[in-house]
């Protein structure tokens, strides 16, 4: 059973950027298909990006070109680099695992997730 812990979240400007890191226990994580998810302020959680296990990357169109999700199974832990921030990224990260197999067409949706972090805050102001 994966243990998911979160981090690198913060407070940051418009533009800037952040590394967020979903180091796993007790499993190991190249194992599992890995995706972010977010939720902001009076809005639905939503998946943002996901990799599978083979290396396989989804996006949502609202990240796509500035959100980067890799792994480093050496370090048992899944990365997703967030650049051009904007108030709108102003969220709760969490990242979730599963061991199922999952379809990339599916893979942003939480329903296909078994295991999570309890998340990691981004604020972004302007």
């Known amino acids: 059973q994966a243990q998911l812990v979160e981090s690198g979240g913060g407070s940051v400007l418009s533009g800037g950027s952040l590394r967020l890191s979903c180091a796993a226990s007790g499993s190991t994580l190249s194992n599992y298909h890995v995706g972010w998810f977010r939720r902001a302020p009076g809005r639905a959680r939503e998946g943002v990006a996901s990799?599978?296990?083979?290396?396989?990357?989804t996006y949502a169109d609202s990240v796509k070109g500035r959100f980067t999700i890799s792994r480093d199974n050496a370090k048992n832990t899944v990365y997703l680099q967030i650049n051009s921030l904007t108030p709108d990224d102003t969220a709760l990260y969490y990242c979730?695992?599963?061991?199922?197999?999952?379809?990339?067409?599916?893979?942003?949706?939480?329903?296909?997730?078994?295991?999570w972090g309890q998340g990691t805050q981004v604020t972004v102001s302007s």
């Open positions: 979730a695992a599963s061991q199922r197999s999952i379809l990339l067409s599916q893979s942003l949706q939480e329903g296909k997730y078994d295991y």
């Open positions: 990799i599978g296990r083979g290396g396989s990357t």
